[in-house]
């Protein structure tokens, strides 16, 4: 896959181990921690500091200086508590972040220079407000930090379940939600479009939910229900339009609740006889179907008016029909090598299966990846049975558009924001220690570590395509993680006035934030042309001569070519 890359951003290795770079919702700005310039023998402790650059120019727009001895453990921007809201414009407008500490101390800025207020007395910057957490005593650390319902509101999560502390930056208090179950985004939520704020807590012996309204010091329960029917509740998520919540039990116990926000259950949908339980539960966009994943190799798309299976998403670990597109990639060795993928032609294909053991607590057949993509029309699973394998749904047909095999395992998949026919497939590295073995082979044995392990799937492409990211002297190493960036259609940007009208078709570009162990690149892919080498054309020729077939001898019927043939050019990496 050819791609432009930006020049590289270097920082030190230190740095990249607390934090990864991230960019802000609206993808105008990247953030990095930075080390101040070590200080001489004996003196103060070290210092950090964000630095804050253009994603179109990276150019340093800000850099804010962390007190000594503060090191930044999570670091966020701000980005808007639904994507269902009727303000997001103004919202992903807002250029807040904020770094904690392992300590609790949270420090917040605003870079649009609105945001002139202080915590706790503290008087630190103009455009900084600092949280200091200290009512749970020194021996309970801080477990996450979130945004709330609205850029001046601050979660900050305690270790052990103790509490849930909501921040007021205006208002400088802070309220206490006890004994919340999880920490991550399935124990709390937001109702879209009303944000009110939902936890998922456990005070006793049984699972309840309670959802918040009105403004943070005034704040009031508007409903608090128990979970009765579940045994040990796994978490919940609201439909897209805040009219139900969906709540699954735990991995022995196969149901999933469908609740009111007032807490009266509508549905219950359970199956007794498989014995295994729900992994993880996804609405789609629309909210017209709820994907259940479970332990034994299903995802079963409910119909929202009745919640009843729709359909059902069987993934088998050996393929035999060829009406799936099945791509498998093909590593190649040595310095300049570059993997590519492959369609099969011969069947059964069995994919790599994980090799597990009876000892095995919980069983790793589980669902690590299920994410619909912007417009709700297809959805990409990972069945950890066979990790290195992603299926894609046609969610229109209920069919697999393709199915793509790795020699790595997958690592992460992310469809892009604002284009719903483009999905980044993250695999591990072969520098990764990985103590899995699969039945085909070790993962220890197969390519080496100049081998690619990120890859893009259009679907108006005949091919996915392996990225090739280009390596400055030895300075990028290998890819550690790697994000979508929003582009920018609208030239808005003030900041940057020293950037060229050249510049502009870069921000209508799909764009990454790929990052190593201690310097990140920005890529860019034009994903209107299909890239194309000498297999791709072969395969051109192929797929033309079997069209020009097919419609001679079909004329009552249209055949629709999932990747639809155009003509292409040939593009020339760019690195700077």
């Not at 253009?54 to 639904?82: C, D, E, H, N």
């Not at 994907?291 to 993934?315: E, M, Q």
Request: hydrophobic share 40%; with cysteine; aromatic share 10%.
């Amino acid at each position: 896959m050819v791609m432009e890359f930006s020049e590289l951003v270097a920082a030190s290795k230190e740095c990249s181990r607390i934090c990864r770079p991230i960019g802000s919702y609206d993808g105008k700005f990247i953030a990095m921690v930075s080390k101040v310039t070590a200080p001489p023998a004996n003196a103060v402790p070290q210092q950090y500091k964000l630095v804050i650059r253009s994603s179109r120019s990276l150019m340093i727009k800000k850099q804010l200086l962390l007190p000594s001895g503060f090191i930044p453990k999570i670091v966020k921007w701000y980005r808007p508590a639904t994507d269902m809201i009727s303000d997001e414009l103004f919202d992903g407008e807002i250029h807040r972040i904020f770094a904690a500490n392992d300590e609790g101390e949270i420090r917040i800025w605003d870079l649009d220079g609105m945001f002139d207020i202080t915590s706790n007395g503290i008087n630190d910057l103009k455009s900084v407000a600092v949280i200091r957490q200290i009512n749970w005593g020194a021996n309970v650390p801080i477990k996450n930090v979130e945004w709330g319902r609205s850029p001046d509101e601050i979660l900050v999560f305690s270790d052990y379940q103790v509490s849930l502390a909501v921040w007021s930056l205006v208002g400088r208090e802070s309220i206490e939600i006890y004994h919340p179950k999880y920490y991550t985004a399935k124990g709390f939520s937001f109702q879209p479009n009303a944000r009110h704020l939902t936890v998922l807590t456990r005070p006793v012996s049984e699972d309840i939910i309670s959802v918040y309204g009105g403004p943070l010091l005034e704040l009031e329960t508007l409903s608090t229900f128990g979970l009765s029917e579940f045994y040990d509740a796994k978490g919940f998520k609201w439909s897209p339009d805040g009219k139900w919540i969906a709540v699954y039990d735990t991995i022995t116990n196969f149901q999933v609740g469908i609740y009111t926000p007032l807490g009266g259950l509508y549905r219950l949908f359970s199956i007794q006889d498989i014995g295994v339980g729900v992994h993880d539960i996804e609405w789609s966009p629309a909210g017209n179907l709820l994907a259940v994943a479970s332990y034994d190799g299903l995802v079963r798309c409910l119909n929202t008016s009745t919640f009843t299976p729709t359909v059902v998403l069987k993934h088998s670990t050996s393929i035999k029909t060829k009406e799936r597109i099945i791509f498998v990639e093909q590593p190649v060795n040595g310095k300049d090598g570059h993997a590519k993928y492959q369609r099969v032609q011969s069947y059964p294909v069995n994919p790599p299966k994980l090799r597990s053991s009876l000892t095995d607590a919980p069983p790793k057949t589980g669902f690590g990846v299920m994410a619909f993509n912007k417009d709700g029309t297809m959805l990409a699973t990972r069945y950890d049975l066979i990790p290195t394998t992603l299926w894609i749904w046609s969610l229109c047909t209920m069919t697999p558009l393709a199915v793509l095999v790795h020699v790595r395992k997958i690592k992460s998949v992310e469809w892009h924001p604002q284009k719903p026919h483009l999905l980044l497939i993250t695999c591990a590295n072969s520098k990764t220690k990985d103590d899995e073995t699969y039945d085909n082979y070790d993962l220890a044995d197969v390519g080496n570590e100049n081998d690619c392990c990120l890859y893009v799937w259009n679907a108006e492409w005949r091919n996915p395509y392996a990225l090739c990211v280009p390596r400055v002297s030895t300075t990028f190493a290998s890819v550690t993680d790697a994000m979508w960036i929003r582009s920018n259609v609208e030239l808005d940007d003030g900041l940057d006035d020293h950037i060229s009208d050249e510049c502009s078709e870069y921000d209508l570009r799909a764009k990454l934030l790929v990052c190593d162990r201690g310097s990140y690149t920005v890529g860019y892919l034009d994903d209107d042309q299909e890239p194309e080498d000498d297999d791709t054309k072969v395969q051109r020729l192929i797929d033309g001569v079997q069209q020009q077939e097919w419609a001679e001898l079909t004329t009552a019927s249209c055949i629709e070519d999932t990747f639809a043939m155009v003509d292409q050019r040939r593009r020339v990496i760019k690195a700077t």
